[in-house]
């Protein structure tokens, strides 16, 4: 990188052009302000080449200066328009100005195949940013040059949309997501879902956002293709929520939760915002802890849990304060997920003589408060019980779970299902005959088959075997206790219903 400045203040560059001050400087390339507050780009030819040959630009929209032997090529961007290397520019102010650059970027990345930008000089008239040899910013990928400007210096990513929206707490949601999508990069489909960001410094930066779009697409000088304000539609998702061996649960999931949240407008045309909170009730180990832990990993948002472990507390009031702190901190954290543990440790009936006292009420009664607040700030709660008839009547009513599930033991033919998806995920004996070790395992806990595959697998490590084999899978299930199955839990399904 050049220590030293080309021309000084005072210097003529041609068509009556004075520099008033240098600004930044690096390999072949070095940027003054001049009167008028305009800026001034002056490149050695060799630099210029490098863009001509790659597509970026033709060599007549730069003028030659000739100082000597030395021939220069200046460009100069009137007041109003940006022009710099990327590391030197301060955040957008306006929308306009975020969308201007995510516009430049698409049209340099469609043109470059993705190459690095390394430190890219940000032409604003020209509607690109051309790369430079300088080693300031080379470790950036394409997708952290725009998240490294949006976010004033931080190197983030545009496809981490999460952390994106944390740093740029100025910029609303809506308009973030315009802004990565104009530079040719995907958001989450569940973007929408983010808290929109408040306060009077947000507001005045994205104030007059549709006149701001028009004058974006009036500068960009039809060299890139100007974009628009509607976020992708989202109808598009192919991926399904899969739960090997609970086949109504997985159905129940996709329907009342996963399209919810996947298609935001269809539902939200008839007043549908956000899916209903879920109760799931059974004997322990008939899978509900692991259908709540496989969901919340396929949604993929911040999961804050509820149970004796997380809020239990020998001090009157304490716990009814750590159930409100987390359910504020998901609130905060929206769209995330609470998920209520052994709820009738928190919610059992409080005219039984059981949850006599008066912290007990006051658990309850804040539950009752903050489940109908956090699910209209956009938090999904799953709750889990063994016990569904003990918990109180008020949080069973609907609008506050809409959706009691009962989920009995598994059946043989979930069995099945759930070694098929196991076994698919590691080396097997194709011989293996599933369905007998099916009929074994019936109405055992899910948890029981999982460790039947992975008992199996230890053992044919230990002994040096390719593949689980029928010998390996017989002493893993001769491992297990015996089960008394005299009477078969009712299977998974039913929807529970308030009856009087």
Request: hydrophobic fraction near 40%.
């Amino acid at each position: 990188m050049t220590s030293s400045f080309w021309f000084k203040k005072g210097d003529n560059v041609g068509d009556e052009v004075e520099i008033s001050s240098p600004v930044s400087c690096g390999l072949d390339w070095q940027t003054y302000a001049t009167a008028g507050n305009s800026h001034l780009l002056i490149v050695r030819e060799p630099l210029i080449d490098k863009w001509v040959d790659a597509g970026l630009l033709d060599k007549d929209v730069f003028s030659k200066l000739q100082m000597g032997e030395e021939a220069f090529f200046t460009i100069r961007a009137s007041a109003g328009y940006t022009l710099g290397p990327v590391d030197e520019l301060s955040q957008p102010e306006r929308k306009e100005d975020a969308l201007s650059f995510a516009v430049s970027l698409k049209a340099t990345r469609e043109i470059l195949k993705d190459k690095p930008l390394g430190n890219p000089i940000f032409i604003e008239r020209l509607s690109r940013l051309l790369p430079t040899e300088d080693d300031r910013l080379n470790e950036l990928s394409n997708d952290e040059v725009l998240g490294f400007w949006l976010s004033g210096g931080v190197k983030v990513s545009v496809l981490d949309f999460r952390k994106l929206h944390s740093l740029c707490w100025r910029i609303p949601v809506s308009d973030l997501v315009d802004v990565v999508q104009a530079g040719g990069f995907e958001v989450p489909k569940d973007a929408h879902l983010l808290r929109s960001n408040r306060g009077s410094v947000a507001k005045s930066r994205t104030a007059n956002i549709d006149e701001a779009t028009s004058q974006t697409e009036q500068k960009s000088e039809g060299v890139a293709t100007p974009i628009g304000t509607t976020p992708q539609n989202s109808n598009n998702q192919s991926t399904k929520f899969k739960l090997p061996g609970r086949p109504f649960l997985e159905e129940f999931f996709n329907e009342h939760v996963i399209d919810i949240i996947y298609n935001p407008e269809r539902y939200q045309a008839v007043g549908i915002e956000f899916p209903s909170a879920v109760i799931l009730h059974g004997p322990p180990g008939c899978g509900k802890t692991f259908a709540v832990e496989k969901l919340s990993e396929f949604i993929g948002w911040p999961c804050y849990s509820i149970d004796s472990n997380s809020v239990g507390s020998p001090y009157i009031h304490e716990t009814s304060k750590k159930i409100s702190e987390i359910f504020d901190q998901a609130i905060d954290s929206a769209p995330s997920i609470v998920v209520i543990d052994e709820m009738e440790a928190f919610l059992a009936n409080r005219q039984s003589a059981s949850s006599s006292g008066s912290h007990r009420i006051e658990e309850v009664a804040e539950f009752l408060r903050r489940i109908p607040e956090a699910i209209s700030n956009r938090v999904l709660i799953l709750a889990m019980t063994n016990m569904i008839e003990a918990i109180d009547p008020a949080i069973l009513r609907r609008g506050r779970f809409d959706h009691i599930l009962e989920v009995g033991m598994p059946s043989k033919d979930e069995i099945f299902a759930l070694f098929s998806n196991l076994l698919g995920n590691i080396p097997h004996d194709p011989t293996l005959d599933i369905e007998k070790l099916s009929e074994i395992m019936e109405w055992r806990p899910l948890s029981d088959c999982a460790f039947v595959i992975r008992e199996a697998a230890r053992l044919t490590a230990k002994h040096g075997k390719s593949m689980v084999d029928e010998e390996c899978l017989t002493k893993a299930t001769l491992s297990l206790p015996p089960i008394d199955v005299s009477e078969k839990p009712k299977n998974i399904g039913f929807i529970w219903d308030e009856k009087e």
